[in-house]
Nanobody, 127 residues
């Protein structure tokens, strides 16, 4: 059974930074493409960022491009989302997700393409 556990959420002022981590256990981490999604109150869950199995390919939502960076450390079974220049509209529960299918250089940004999900971590950005 694959388990994903997010950490690093919290309360931060606008313009600040947070780093989210997702620890993956249960199978070989490098066999999963990873992503981050988020869900704000009253809104549907949306794609934030994705990284391929080999870490070479990344993809970002337009709303976070240039401010957020996704990375992975296969030796530590973790994926990280570094969030800078945070805005109140970034307030949401952030989820990491893992996808086993696809080539090593491929990213995916649809929720239906992911097999496993974490429980989420709350990020609140105050104005």
């Amino acid at each position: 059974q694959v388990q994903l556990v997010e950490s690093g959420g919290g309360l931060v002022q606008a313009g600040g930074s947070l780093s989210l981590s997702c620890a993956v256990s249960g199978r070989t981490f490098s066999s999963y493409a990873m992503s981050w999604f988020r869900q704000a109150p009253g809104k549907e869950r949306e794609f934030v960022a994705a990284i391929s199995k080999n870490g070479v390919t990344t993809h970002y939502a337009d709303s976070v491009k240039g401010r957020f960076t996704i990375s992975r450390e296969n030796a530590k079974n973790t994926v990280t989302l570094q969030m800078n220049s945070l805005r109140p509209e970034d307030t949401a529960v952030y989820y990491c997700a893992a996808r086993s299918s696809g080539a090593v250089y491929v990213v995916a940004f649809l929720q239906s393409q992911y097999d496993y999900w974490g429980q989420g971590t709350q990020v609140t950005v105050s104005s």
